[in-house]
């Protein structure tokens, strides 16, 4: 099946930029998203990209998608301390289910 | 943008009783809806997916009998947990999509519910 990768904690200081690298293993992939989950609450959806894009911004986000080596990041510029929270991937191709990945742990360091 | 809401966000029970959650989509209708399982420090795992009006399509390894799934109307789904055991105590989490053919298909995630069983 899909397999999902992500490294499991970053640490950033406030004001820095913040990378978070996802690796998936779906070549069909259609659309692939970046969620935020704060501590005991769901998923809030930060954004998406689609497959046949190289990069979306939104703001202080910025993803990059190098579908050739199925590499996703996620950078946050001027990261601040209500950044911190666990940052999931996840690919999905529209009608079917998401598969996500293990989760990144941001801690922002004041 | 979409908001989901789950109920109750927390619960406490006994082991053997039977615990319902309920999984809104408060300002859209949602074809689909879908319940994840979410262990401490891990990702979610997805248990089923449910179309409004049909039965739910559980994953593998997930009983059926055991984790209940109605998805009756447009706007609320259900997940029942039959008696519950210690093991079954997780965070579980709904997702509603309101298509299936558009990029705007995005699944909104409700807040969670934590179930411990004692």
């Known amino acids: 099946g899909e397999d999902v990768e992500q490294s499991l904690f970053l640490s950033v200081r406030e004001g820095d930029s913040s990378v978070i690298n996802c690796t998936y293993t779906d070549s069909s992939s259609t659309y692939l998203y970046w969620y935020k989950q704060e501590p005991g609450a769901g998923l809030q959806l930060l954004t998406y990209?689609?497959?046949?894009?190289d990069m979306k911004q939104d703001q202080r986000l910025t993803v990059l998608l190098n579908k050739k080596d199925k590499h996703l990041s996620l950078r946050i510029a001027d990261t601040q301390t209500g950044d911190s929270a666990i940052y999931f991937c996840a690919d999905g191709t529209g009608a079917n289910n998401l598969f996500f990945g293990t989760g990144t742990r941001l801690t922002v360091i004041p | 943008g979409a908001v989901v809401s789950q109920h109750p966000s927390r619960v406490i029970c006994k082991s053997g009783t039977s615990v319902k959650i309920e999984c809104r989509s408060l300002?859209?209708?949602?074809?689909?809806m879908f319940w994840y399982r979410q262990f401490p420090k891990q990702s979610l795992m997805l248990m089923a997916t449910s179309n409004e009006g049909s039965k739910a399509t559980y994953e593998q390894g997930v009983e059926k009998d055991k984790f209940l799934i109605n998805h009756a109307s447009l706007t609320l789904s259900t997940l029942t947990v039959t008696s519950a055991h210690p093991e079954d105590s997780s965070f579980y989490i709904c997702?509603?999509?309101?298509?299936?053919?558009?990029?705007?298909?995005?699944?909104?995630f409700g807040p969670g519910t934590r179930l411990t069983v004692l």
């Open positions: 300002d859209f209708q949602a074809t689909t």
């Open positions: 990209i689609f497959s046949n894009m």
């Open positions: 997702s509603a999509r309101a298509g299936t053919q558009s990029v705007l298909d995005t699944q909104y």
